[in-house]
């Protein structure tokens, strides 16, 4: 049986190596392999090369847990997302997590999203978004902090998930939830990746709340994918992929939107997010 992340932290509290960063697929290890890496300084013994041990199979479907983007809702998502689930609906739960929050009247994604999807539909968001003096996205910080911790109720009370999808705003929100797991908080014990789509410049992680959960990088296996044409987002996917420890990055041609339209990026983009899940959480 693997580890949890509190007994991780328990283990790393106990040999005084608070100060030794444990890659996220620690929790399938045994305590016998966690401590023989802690005893030589974070580096895996030579019988056990790092990285050549595949993760644990599941034994079920892969649970996924969806966080929208700004100005958005669960109905929307899974018509932006329409081409992946039906592509993994044999193998992978996917699950919509929405925010609480109802946008205000004046928010300015208010309108082209009831554009495309109709002047009926409720619109939310997990927190209000700020731009900080230097153009990059920031959160009000109590909205934030109850966001994060709703969050991680919601989707543990659920039964967990073994991989986050998030775009926009949902991506940066699982950026903060990736690295509170990273750093033994929270109660997301079986969570083995992440897939951010097209997230902001990470202002908040500088915001003082923030500042030592992400003083280190994310050690949680990342696809992040970024589009060419992506004048919303700017530098933010290679800025937020930066701030996990072997990140992969894939990009499209396209704007701001969760897939890219044109076939063969949309089949590219799919296609990866399809092959990291099959590596992080095999059946």
Known sequence: MGLTNARIAEVKADLFAEDIDVPAEAVGWSEERLVAYIERGGVEPTSVPAGTVPPVPLGRPTRVACLHGTAGNEKIFRIQLAKLIASLREEIVFEVFEGSRVIEPGNPHGDSMRKYFGQKEVLREYAPALIDADGLRIYEPQATADAVLDLESRISGAGGCDALLGFSQGANFISMLA????????????????????????????????????????????LVVGG??????????????ALFRGCRYVEHAEGHRPLPAERHDAEMVMEAIRKFLHEHCPR
């Open 179 to 222: 690295a509170r797991h990273s750093s033994g908080i929270g109660p997301l014990s079986s969570l083995r990746c992440v897939i951010l789509l097209a997230p902001a410049r990470p202002g908040w992680v500088s915001q003082p709340a923030w500042l030592a959960t992400f003083a280190r990088p994310i050690g949680l296996p990342c």
């Open 228 to 241: 060419a044409s992506d004048e919303a987002a700017g530098t933010g996917p290679t800025e937020v992929a």
